[in-house]
């Protein structure tokens, strides 16, 4: 075979190639950072962000309001390379609300594959029935006081494995009634709960006593990352 000559065009190579390009996953993101987890059962953990943008719901007191539009297109083997170069073996898949595209589940079955221990912060709102069954879901149970309390997507409870959280944001006493009657209804208590008062809005002590009086079989936590860098910094 005679070897290329220096300049010559490989029309058929770079077809090759343009097509293998064309045909790669491409998903919406909006940030990945290292940052220290701040929320679940994992918070203080060291962790990997993939913050995909887009989200279906506009709860008023969002926090990452900037994640609804704009973003970087990344192909998903970018994605993994930038997510393996931190060295770190935990990685939350998060938004606006990381399954409102559906590259959002190859990506989540993509890191399984490649040993990471995966969690998923999602609303609640879409079926979380195609996520890989490796992955650790956070369902975040909209309360009320969040404007989209229509939107949860209640056949996601049966649907959660053993080692999948659920998770209430609360605004306040009514929310909170009503993340309890929840709780009931469904018979959640025996899994692991999360009670989040709404940053600004809620002091954590209430709530607290709330909880200590009623024996509600949930844990309290906070947004560690806000505690640390403040609530408004991103890329923590």
């Avoid at 809620?202 to 560690?224: C, G, H, N, S, Y």
């Amino acid at each position: 075979m005679l070897p290329r000559r220096a300049g010559a065009s490989n029309k058929s190579g770079d077809d090759a190639r343009r097509i293998a390009h064309d045909s790669t996953p491409m998903i919406r993101i909006t940030e990945i950072f290292h940052s220290i987890q701040g929320e679940s059962s994992h918070a203080g953990r060291p962790c990997v962000f993939v913050r995909l943008t887009g989200c279906n719901l506009r709860c008023r007191w969002c926090d990452s309001e900037y994640t609804f539009t704009g973003g970087e297109k990344m192909s998903i083997d970018d994605v993994i390379a930038r997510v393996r170069s931190y060295g770190c073996d935990l990685v939350e898949v998060t938004g606006g609300e990381p399954l409102a595209q559906k590259e959002g589940f190859d990506l989540i079955g993509r890191l399984c594959d490649e040993g990471f221990e995966v969690l998923i912060e999602t609303s609640g709102s879409i079926d979380i029935e195609p996520v890989d069954r490796r992955a650790k879901i956070v369902l975040d149970i909209k309360c009320p006081g969040s404007g989209e309390v229509e939107r949860n997507y209640w056949p996601n409870l049966g649907k959660l494995k053993p080692h999948d959280e659920i998770k209430f944001v609360i605004a306040d006493r009514c929310d909170y009634e009503w993340a309890r009657g929840i709780i009931e209804k469904h018979n959640l208590a025996g899994r692991t709960i999360l009670f989040s008062a709404v940053w600004g809005e809620l002091e954590m002590k209430p709530l607290a006593e709330w909880m200590l009086a009623d024996r509600v079989p949930a844990r309290l936590q906070t947004q560690l990352h806000k505690h640390i860098w403040g609530a408004d910094v991103k890329g923590v």
